[in-house]
């Protein structure tokens, strides 16, 4: 794996989490705000936990595609493997 993927797996796993982070501290708002009758801070929360729930899935989207990228890693290796191995066995 190389360190282009390493970083995009490690940062979608970082995107995840701060976005649940962030889903969770919106939805915290926007219920006190909801509580309060603070229309203003009742929508930052509701606009923060929807900006969370993107932030989580774009972070979920970025492993999936970093681990589409290492199986076509492997299987190309392995085709790699296979040729050379086929080469040097015919005369």
Do not use: C
Request: glycine letters at 12%.
């Amino acid at each position: 794996m190389s360190t282009n993927q390493q970083d995009l797996e490690k940062h979608g796993v970082e995107d995840e989490l701060k976005g649940k982070g962030n889903q969770t501290a919106g939805w915290f708002q926007k219920t006190f705000g909801r509580l309060t009758g603070n229309r203003k801070t009742e929508v930052k929360g509701a606009a923060r936990e929807f900006g969370g729930k993107v932030q989580t899935k774009g972070g979920q989207v970025e492993q999936k595609v970093e681990q589409k990228i290492e199986e076509h890693d492997q299987a190309q290796a392995a085709k790699d493997a296979a040729r050379l191995e086929n080469d040097t066995i015919q005369p």
